[in-house]
């Protein structure tokens, strides 16, 4: 069974540099795409970007001059660095398989439990 | 992007009742349209893909219709778990994009 399990550092500056990672077990890595999410207190979901091993990415165009996302397979992990943030960051982020079904539809499953994220002085 | 609307944004039911709540995208996304259950403190959840198949292990009760901009999600008998907040999302175009959420209250 796939598991994914987001970290990392809970609280962080304005202006600083946001770095998380997601462990995948359960599934290869090098098999699927892999996305990230986030999720603004009391708000709906965004979806940040996708990154697989091969170095195919694609971010989101509202966030895409801040967000990086890369795959490690020596480690299994998907990670997610966004620069400059700002308050309007803190959300939960969360990590997701991308998976498809038939004439092309993609989906997100399974996601992982999330970690917040609270930017602040 | 593409922007989907769900309708209602909340509504109130009883265990036993009948829901359907409604998702609209901004243009024609054939069948690419999935739904996600979330409770409180929780991830999402993946109930239906592809806007009619519903995902391994997920109740019969649950179904869902609709193809081009008018998409629905019916829960035959809310059952006490189903109490949640429940988002849309299209993955016709990128971005891919969500609804703002119906939650469901007792």
């Known amino acids: 069974q796939v598991q994914l399990q987001e970290s990392g550092p809970g609280l962080i500056k304005p202006s600083e540099t946001l770095s998380l990672t997601c462990a995948v077990s359960?599934?290869?890595?090098?098999?699927?795409?892999w996305s990230w999410i986030r999720q603004p207190p009391g708000k709906g979901l965004e979806w940040i970007g996708y990154?697989?091993?091969?170095?195919?990415?694609n971010y989101n165009p509202s966030l895409k001059s801040r967000v990086t996302i890369s795959v490690d397979t020596s480690k299994s992990q998907l990670s997610l660095k966004m620069s400059s943030v700002t308050a309007a960051d803190t959300a939960v982020y969360y990590c997701?398989?991308?998976?498809?079904?038939?004439?092309?539809?993609?989906?997100?499953?399974?996601w992982g439990p999330g970690t917040r994220v609270t930017v602040s002085s | 992007d593409v922007q989907m609307t769900q309708s209602p944004s909340s509504l109130s039911a009883s265990v036993g009742d009948r829901v359907t709540i409604t998702c609209r995208a901004s243009?024609?996304?054939?069948?690419?349209l999935n739904w996600y259950q979330q409770r409180p403190g929780k991830a999402p959840k993946l109930l239906i893909y592809a806007a009619s198949n519903l995902q391994s292990g997920v109740p019969s009760r649950f179904s869902g219709s609709g193809s081009g901009t008018q998409f629905t999600l019916t829960i035959s008998s809310l059952q006490p778990e189903d109490f949640a907040t429940y988002y849309c999302?299209?993955?016709?175009?990128?971005?891919?994009?969500f609804g703002h959420g119906t939650k469901v209250e007792i």
């Open positions: 990154g697989h091993y091969s170095g195919d990415t």
């Open positions: 997701a398989r991308i998976d498809y079904y038939g004439s092309g539809t993609e989906f997100f499953d399974p």
């Open positions: 999302q299209q993955s016709h175009s990128l971005p891919p994009t």
């Open positions: 243009q024609s996304i054939s069948n690419y």
């Open positions: 359960g599934d290869s890595i090098s098999s699927r795409y």
